[in-house]
């Protein structure tokens, strides 16, 4: 009986243990992100050619979306983002990287199922 009793206390504490863990946070904000896409709001919107100051915004987003919940995390808030442009270009969003020269695999769209 000692033994069942001991055995369920070490249960409870691992589970206890279990709850208390937190689990892992993106690093990245979307009030991050959104400051560093807003140089790129006159190429998204019919602009010739990407700003450096936009490029280095788009540099910084896949320097801090390392993992993949920051990846998702980037994505959505891109998602909100774009939806915050009423006259977005989407080829121009989708070349946006390609412009930079950044590899940059986090679309920027408002259809952008970020869960992939």
Known sequence: MKGVVISMVVVLAMIMMVMMIKPSEAAVSCPEVDSSVAPCVAYLTGGATPSAACCAGVTKIT???????????????????????????QDAASALPQKCGVPFNIPISKNTNCAK
């Open 63 to 89: 320097n801090i979306a390392k993992t993949i919940d920051d990846k998702r995390a980037a994505c959505e808030c891109l998602k909100i983002a774009a939806t915050r442009i009423p006259n977005i270009n």
